[in-house]
């Protein structure tokens, strides 16, 4: 028995701390504008957190906007560290 891999294994999710934050940004975005009863929202974060919704957790930043029926916009910061983000409503 086989199945097609779509994501990233479980190793690469909890061992990177910017994989974390990816996940937690979008979180928080959600909830955020959800709460605000927003439909613009924009991710501010380092450009390893940032480059990763751009390409292997592009998925996971298409479903998040999904849910808020809008495109997150992203900012990228060089002087912000893997674990800060700032998300603007």
């Given at each position: 028995l086989t199945r097609q891999r779509v994501g990233l294994s479980l190793a690469e999710t909890l061992g990177d701390p910017a994989i974390s934050s990816v996940y937690k940004a979008l979180r928080q975005a959600v909830?955020?504008?959800?709460v605000e009863n927003r439909t613009a929202v924009s991710?501010?974060?380092?450009?390893s957190v940032i480059a990763l919704l751009r390409g292997p957790l592009r998925k996971a930043l298409t479903e998040a906007g999904d849910i808020l029926k809008c495109e997150i916009g992203?900012?990228?910061?060089a002087d912000f560290s893997r674990d800060r983000f700032e998300i603007t409503i």
């Open positions: 909830t955020k504008a959800t991710i501010t974060a380092s450009p992203l900012e990228s910061r």
